[in-house]
């Protein structure tokens, strides 16, 4: 552990607030927040919170920064964000190592994570060279009109837990290249990774003098989180996580009529087709509901198999499931490590509580698990269940598997789009009416729907988020970068006389 630290510039206690560099970080004053490893319990590192002083001092300088980088060709924006995949790239074993550490994936999740923030600095590149506004013909004559995409001002990041390196990528990353600055909140549960990759870019800010560009300011939700959301300096305020959280933070900002980009709770189904490929089925499955402990916001969360394979399915996810080794994540064999905390785990267990007093059956799993003392396990767990229940309408995040079971296509449709929640969604088929149907107006609702691939382990280059109580917001690829630039149409008149729009004459 310890080297790990040392080689991502963590000590065993650590400022919490840093407007970027090496000499950038501020002289909080803030409470101590111990930061433990969900593997077994223990202290990890320390971190010294952000006070209100350093939040201001952090606004201001970012907003300072905006002035300069804004004017600095989006080309050149994106040259630095090149630098910043190189470094991250030198560090992607370290810094997966301690998402593993701090959030408690297996190793190869936790550099896949590092690997999906150097995909995305990769598109953020190209990017920087394609911030395309379209032109228009105009109706009056010797008139050209087009439109352009400026950069917004300071964007404010709140991140969740679950992907506590990439999230902050797929936004500060595409936003730099837009020309804003970020201000990063992540999530008090691995705010150390934050710093990592703080210490990781600040090469790269000190060789461009860059101070204020990407920013950090770790505190809690109360105290950061509810400055930045009623901050009219931040015209734009990127959150991931619950959909409570959501709610929050959407009304929040809508009442200053600010911009919010929300992606919270998933309730993600697949559909298994009776002439589904039952081993691709069940291995998109398994990854979907197992891995990273179900807590990915695209965990798969319901099956909604066709009932002539409902048994046969059923049996081979049981199977799985008794093959999957729960443990430390640091171990190579491992394919489940442990849950975020504590009371993830209880919140795991009341629901399967809940599950029961509401008529579903446990079909595997269930229990708590101690592979290694002190720290946060639990069994992945196959619950069958019926789609109505107030818990399969609810977004649990762990490793719970609904098994729901349809027997023509339309009820499945239905089933699947009858959640509050509309993230990702899969179906396994051979057929082509059936999978056309789900890719349909009138079929998933959500804002990913795969077919034949599972839910979750989406690429970059793709819009990310979701419908419904997901919130709508789109991150990370495609021309999801919009989100973070204002736009502005230009008409210019190059003529001799000033014709009016609509036709009207308006003459003295
Ligand atoms: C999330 O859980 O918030 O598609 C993000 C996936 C990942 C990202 C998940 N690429 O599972």
New binding site residues.
């Given amino acids: 552990m310890e080297s790990i630290l040392a080689k991502l510039g963590l000590e065993a206690s650590n400022k919490g607030a840093t407007t970027g560099g090496s000499s950038g970080w501020l002289t909080t004053g803030g409470e101590m927040l111990s930061t433990v490893s969900p593997i077994d319990g223990e202290l990890i590192a320390r971190i010294q919170q952000a006070t209100d002083d350093d939040y201001e001092a952090v606004v201001a300088t970012a907003r300072e920064a905006f002035e300069k980088w804004r004017c600095m060709p989006a080309p050149q924006r994106g040259e630095v964000v090149r630098q910043i995949g190189l470094r991250l790239r030198e560090h992607k074993q370290a810094l997966g190592a301690l998402i593993t550490l701090e959030a408690g994936k297996i190793t190869a999740e936790g550099e896949g994570e590092v690997q ?1 923030m150097i995909d995305i600095a990769d598109f953020a590149v190209g990017l920087s060279r394609q911030l395309y506004g379209l032109t228009m013909h105009s109706e009056r004559p010797q008139h050209r009109m087009y439109e352009q995409w400026h950069p917004l001002g300071a964007v404010g990041v709140i991140t ?1 837990f ?2 506590p390196a ?2 902050w990528s797929w936004n500060a990353l595409i936003a730099a290249v837009c020309g804003d600055v970020v201000i990063w909140k992540p999530s008090s549960k691995t705010a150390l990774t934050a710093i990592a990759i703080h210490n990781i870019i600040a090469p790269v800010l000190d060789q461009h003098g860059l101070r204020g560009v990407f920013n950090l300011v770790i505190g809690s939700g109360t105290q950061v989180g509810e400055a930045m959301i009623n901050d009219p300096r931040l015209p734009l305020i990127s959150a ?1 996580g619950s959909t409570r959280m959501g709610r929050h933070v959407g009304t929040t900002v809508a009442k200053r009529l600010g911009r919010s980009l929300l ?1 919270l709770g ?1 309730n993600n189904a697949i559909i298994v087709c009776e002439d589904a490929d039952l081993d691709l089925a069940l291995r998109a499955t398994v990854f979907g509901a197992v ?2 402990a179900g ?5 798969t969360r319901r099956i909604i198999v066709h009932a002539a394979i409902r048994e046969r399915f059923v049996q081979a996810l049981t199977r799985a499931y008794a093959q999957v080794r729960v443990g430390d994540p640091r171990r190579n064999e491992t394919l489940m490590g442990p849950l975020i905390d504590a009371s993830a785990v209880d919140q795991m267990m009341t629901a399967l509580d809940q599950a029961r007093s509401q008529g579903a059956e446990v079909l595997f799993g269930g229990e708590r698990m101690t592979p290694v003392p002190g720290g946060f396990y639990a069994a992945p767990t196959l619950v069958a269940a019926e789609n109505h229940f107030p818990v399969v309408q609810t977004e649990t995040f762990a490793p719970i598997l609904y098994i729901l079971e349809y027997e023509n296509f339309e009820d499945a449709l239905r089933m699947h789009n009858d959640v509050p929640q509309g993230l ?1 969604s899969a179906i396994f088929t051979k057929s082509l009416p059936y999978s056309e149907a789900f890719l349909a107006a009138t079929g998933s609702d959500c804002g ?1 729907a795969n077919v034949n691939i599972g ?6 280059g793709g819009a ?1 988020g979701g419908e419904k109580e997901t919130g709508g917001g789109r991150e990370s690829g495609s021309d999801a970068w919009r989100a973070y630039m204002r736009r502005q149409t230009n008409t210019i008149n190059w003529g001799a006389s000033l014709p009016l729009a609509q036709g009207i004459t308006f003459d003295l």
Avoid: D, K, M, Y
């Fill in positions: 999906e969740a679950n992907f990439a999230v991931t992606e998933g891995g990273t807590q990915r916001c695209t965990s990702s990913i839910t979750s382990g989406a690429e970059i990310f």
